[in-house]
């Protein structure tokens, strides 16, 4: 017989990171990680973990012929500076990889007769504003409203929204008759800063960068104007959206995809909170022409009513308690 586990793809990156910890601690069903990275040893013991890709189709075989996914909670993405740089292999990560798992999850929804739950992250990238003007004019976007990402990333993201749609609530509309469907919820979030994880290759990293230099000590130069607004989350918060919004009855849900936020900062404020709590800060400013570009595209919060409606989202972390509580506690343990 098949195990039955949580599937954890990108599980080396700062979401998975916080995840596993959070999921090996709460003693739920055996985790199954993904990454082509090699797991971080103090959380080897935590999950069986394999190293490849979630594009290898043979590699995914294998382990559908060994382990049933009760759930799927999909991380891996190339990030939205990172695509600008390699646009074709973003998209055979970011939308073949996931039509990859979204099959798979289909298959096993029909073949078990029960929905496999599909957890994927989204991002604000999803979002497109045309020029500063309207995102000054229009400060909290509903979940449908400016959908025209400019960049490769935040085009896949909203692409993949739609796939899980369509395999949650139309796959094989033609047959004769209807096949138990796999069961997609995600969340669209903001620029995620965590403490004990430096990001990679994300346009939102201005803000935990200035962070995890200044508490170490370092010089830092933001690559962006000190007016760029956007939403930022604390990790544990983001943790937090994942786990509820897997967790919600189904017949709660009114929509798919959510938007969750938790606090919006301009650049300056957010070097201000940096400086409140490491008075020796040097942050400077020379803005990436092109990645201030995506900041711009990116409003400067979302509106997440309907997720505090349907499933009862709400962060623990506003600006204060994220530095005060979370971040610069943990950071300074970290560095010191
Ligand atoms: C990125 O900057 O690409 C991500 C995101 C906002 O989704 N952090």
């Known amino acids: 017989m098949r195990k039955k586990v949580t599937l954890i793809t990108g599980a080396c990156g700062e979401i998975g990171h916080a995840l596993i910890d959070h999921l090996a601690e709460q003693g739920g069903a055996p985790i199954l990680t993904l990454d082509l990275q090699d797991m971080a040893e103090g959380q080897r013991n935590k999950v069986t973990h394999i190293k490849g890709s979630i594009t290898d189709k043979a590699l995914l075989e294998q382990l559908v012929s060994q382990y049933e996914f009760d759930q ?28 990859l798992l979204l099959d798979i999850a289909a298959e096993q929804s029909e073949f078990r007769q029960k929905p496999v739950q599909f957890i994927f992250p989204s991002s604000i990238a999803a979002y497109g504003m045309p020029d500063l003007a309207t995102k000054s004019q229009f400060p909290n976007v509903k979940e449908w409203e400016w959908n025209y990402p400019t960049t490769m990333y935040g085009a896949n993201k909203l692409y993949c929204e739609r796939l899980g749609i369509y395999y949650s609530e139309h796959f094989k509309q033609l047959a004769e008759e209807k096949p138990v ?102 942050i400077t400013y020379a803005p990436h022409l092109k990645r201030q570009g995506i900041v711009d595209s990116w409003p400067v919060d979302t509106d997440d009513h309907k997720a505090r409606k349907d499933w009862g989202w709400l962060p623990d972390y506003d600006q204060q308690r994220c530095f005060a509580e979370y971040l610069v506690p943990n950071i300074k343990a970290r560095y010191s």
């Open 72 to 99: 799927i909670i999909h991380l891996a993405a190339l990030l939205s500076t990172r695509a600008e740089f390699s646009p074709s292999l973003a998209h055979r990560v970011n939308v073949e990889g996931t039509l």
């Open 181 to 282: 469907m796999l069961e997609f919820r995600s969340v669209r979030f903001p620029g995620l800063i965590s403490a004990f994880t430096v990001p990679s290759g994300g346009t939102s990293d201005y803000g935990p960068e200035m962070l995890h230099a200044a508490a170490q000590n370092k010089a830092y130069a933001c690559f962006v104007r000190p007016d760029s607004a956007i939403p930022f989350m604390a990790m544990p918060d983001a943790i937090k959206a994942l786990i509820a919004l897997a967790a919600a009855p189904a017949d709660a849900l009114s929509q798919r995809v959510y938007n969750v936020t938790a606090f919006s900062l301009t650049a300056e404020q957010f070097a201000a909170e940096v400086v409140r709590h490491f008075p020796q800060a040097a």
